[in-house]
Antibody, heavy 119, light 110 residues
């Protein structure tokens, strides 16, 4: 069974870049079959899909966030990462990594990590 | 702003049947499969129903999903206290070219 764990700073200053890493265990990113995804949830609000990466490095981002998002993969470490630039308080959220069956559903989720944007 | 609309809340007593609706459009529910996620308080979402009406291994058969046209529904029969959670529908949207989640429904067991 695939397990995912998010890691990264819990506090980011406005205008800076949010950086998170998702470490995968119980499965290999390189095995294919999944899109490795990021999703966020603003406090007390609903879910928002951010984007995904395939093991080959192909990416697709939510058009509403595309200009600020970069997702990368390190198959040697079995990790994938999220960078969100020029953050504001509106980017304060719990960020989840998850496995996505291509353009369909998310079946494995990390526990989530709260990132607060504040000076 | 979500393109999939759900009622903000639903409730029932133990043993009752509760149904949650999810209204979309031809570009999402109307042309793609619907998935449902359960989020217990303080935890990550969990896949509850995929491909409109399929249950992942381990999900009780009290949970069932259906889809008709541009709407979908999640039914919980034999409601239990541990079913108190937020429930989200979701689907791929061909117009937005994005995965979209519903607004979420909080289920309360009275």
């Amino acid at each position: 069974q695939v397990q995912l764990q998010e890691s990264g700073p819990g506090l980011v200053k406005p205008s800076q870049t949010l950086s998170l890493t998702c470490t995968v265990s119980g499965g290999s990113i390189s095995s294919g079959g999944y899109y490795w995804s990021w999703i966020r949830q603003h406090p007390g609000k609903g879910l928002e899909w951010i984007g995904y990466i395939y093991y080959s490095g192909s990416t697709y981002y939510n058009p509403s966030l595309k200009s600020r998002v970069t997702i990368s993969v390190d198959t040697s470490k079995n990790q994938f990462s999220l960078k969100l630039s020029s953050v504001t308080a509106a980017d304060t959220a719990v960020y989840y990594c998850a496995t996505m069956v291509p353009n369909d559903y998310f079946d494995y989720w990390g526990q989530g990590t709260l990132v607060t944007v504040s000076s | 702003q979500s393109v999939l609309t759900q009622p903000p809340s639903a409730s029932g007593t133990p043993g009752q049947r509760v149904t949650i609706s999810c209204s979309g459009s031809s570009s999402n529910i109307g042309s793609n499969t619907v998935n449902w996620y359960q989020q217990l308080p303080g935890t990550a979402p969990k896949l509850l129903i995929y491909s409109n009406n399929q249950r992942p291994s381990g999900v009780p058969d009290r949970f069932s999903g259906s889809k008709s046209g541009t709407s979908a529904s999640l039914a919980i029969s034999g409601l239990q206290s541990e079913d108190e959670a937020d429930y989200y529908c979701a689907a791929w949207d061909d117009s937005l070219i994005s995965y979209v989640f519903g607004t979420g429904t909080k289920v309360t067991v009275l």
